[in-house]
T-cell receptor, first 118, second 114 residues
Framework: GAVVSQHPSWVICKSGTSVKIECRSL??????MFWYRQFPKQSLMLMAT?????????EQGVEKDKFLINHASLTLSTLTVTSAHPEDSSFYIC??????????????FGEGSRLTVL | GEDVEQSLFLSVREGDSSVINCTYT??????LYWYKQEPGAGLQLLTY?????DMKQDQRLTVLLNKKDKHLSLRIADTQTGDSAIYFC??????????????FGAGTQVVVTP
């Protein structure tokens, strides 16, 4: 099946620094990628929808200046957490829709990136 | 309240069948999914069903959909210790502006005991 890879899988950073998380579709081109945030023992919360070549669409309550999303190519989307603080510590997961099969309803998820802000 | 609801915990003995239940509220949902998440990992698609289907079977997995009651269930036959994980139910509408926007349940923690 289609593979989505995230990097890094785990990152620890100091408060006030910025962290970039990459989401790559390895064997398909992704029309659309999504970024989620997951708190311990909770469900996934959609943060934003990322379309290649256009600005991301953020869900209500998500600060776009805090969580910068860039979808520069059909295989790569990045999420940058700017001026990270301890409350930004979370598990961030991306997913992607296969451009060749957009209507199957399938989303392919990355392995997730655990961010810990000290 | 939550659009998608699941029970939070299920304990099952190895070799028995597991049944995980999910209810959703939006009758316009087109696709309904089951995902598996192991500790510290991302989500793995187990199976999905279109809203015009009542049942789908895939090896040890059986999905039942009751559209009238907006109830979705996942049955795992011959449950193994490797099936211990959190299982998420999710729905998606087909509307263009909602495409890919999944609504997830809170997840059901399944623990398989020897």
């Amino acid at each position: 099946g289609a593979v989505v890879s995230q990097h890094p899988s785990w990152v620890i950073c100091k408060s006030g620094t910025s962290v970039k998380i990459e989401c790559r579709s390895l064997d398909f081109q992704a029309t659309t990628m999504f970024w989620y945030r997951q708190f311990p023992k909770q469900s996934l919360m959609l943060m934003a929808t990322s379309n290649e070549g256009s600005k991301a669409t953020y869900e209500q309550g998500v600060e776009k200046d805090k969580f910068l999303i860039n979808h520069a190519s059909l295989t790569l989307s990045t999420l940058t957490v700017t001026s990270a603080h301890p409350e930004d510590s979370s598990f961030y997961i991306c997913s992607a829709i296969d451009r060749a099969n957009p209507n199957t309803g399938e989303l392919f998820f990355g392995e997730g990136s655990r961010l810990t802000v000290l | 309240g939550e659009d998608v609801e699941q029970s939070l915990f299920l304990s099952v003995r190895e070799g028995d069948s597991s049944v995980i239940n999910c209810t959703y509220t939006d009758s316009s949902s087109t696709y309904l999914y089951w995902y598996k998440q192991e500790p510290g990992a991302g989500l793995q698609l187990l199976t999905y069903i279109f809203s015009n289907m009542d049942m789908k079977q895939d090896q040890r997995l059986t999905v039942l959909l009751n559209k009238k009651d907006k109830h979705l269930s996942l049955r795992i036959a011959d449950t193994q210790t490797g099936d211990s994980a959190i299982y998420f139910c999710a729905e998606m509408k087909e509307a263009t502006d909602s495409w890919g926007k999944f609504q997830f349940g809170a997840g059901t923690q399944v623990v398989v005991t020897p």
